[in-house]
């Protein structure tokens, strides 16, 4: 005879978030997800680097070498009235770990009111960053662009790949002076 425990329907329930969490819990337990090896220690200072610094998180680092302000992206691609694009030229190196993936999605830009802004989905640049895994040691280069308000301040950039796990922590760049 077996005994089957009732938990009010929920049964089934309890049973997928407890493989879950088992999982999650063994993922953790041999060293994160996304990237093999062990990830550094975080050396980020508190507060963002700024352009031209070296910031390394979680076994990444970037440096945002250049930031400039235009109203088109090549010739068929022009900003909207009151609008202008943000283009930030990166170098990401993976350090800490043996390799990292790396995507223009993986970067966000955020005012001084708050709003925050993914990047450009279409980024007709011939330099624009493409998406992919780089081993430890390797750099690689290329245009992140984001579509804001004209004007807009008190610009923090934000680094942070977006893997379950994978220890990874954001890094952060002021982008204004």
Not at 94 to 108: H, L
Not at 112 to 138: F, I, Q, Y
Not at 143 to 171: N, S
Request: hydrophobic residues 35%; positive net charge; charged residues 30%.
């Amino acid at each position: 005879m077996r005994m089957r425990r009732d938990f009010g329907g929920q049964g089934w329930r309890m049973a997928v978030a407890l493989a879950a969490i088992c999982g999650m819990a063994m993922v953790i337990a041999c060293g994160g997800g996304g990237g093999k090896g062990k990830p550094s220690d975080d050396k980020q200072a508190s507060g963002p680097a700024k352009v031209g610094e070296r910031s390394e998180a979680g076994g990444v680092t970037l440096t945002v070498e250049k930031v400039e302000r235009r109203t088109e992206l090549g010739q068929f691609q022009k900003a909207k009235a009151g609008r202008e694009f943000l283009i930030a030229e990166v170098v990401i190196e993976t350090t800490g770990r043996d390799e990292a993936p790396y995507n223009p999605m993986y970067f966000k830009l955020k005012n001084d009111k708050g709003n925050e802004h993914n990047a450009s989905v279409v980024n007709a640049l011939s330099d624009s960053l493409k998406s992919g895994k780089l081993p430890k040691g390797e750099k690689v280069r290329g245009t992140v662009a984001f579509d804001i308000e004209q004007g807009e301040t008190g610009l923090v950039l934000r680094y942070e790949p977006m893997v379950i796990a994978g220890g990874y922590k954001a890094i952060k760049v002021a982008l204004d002076k």
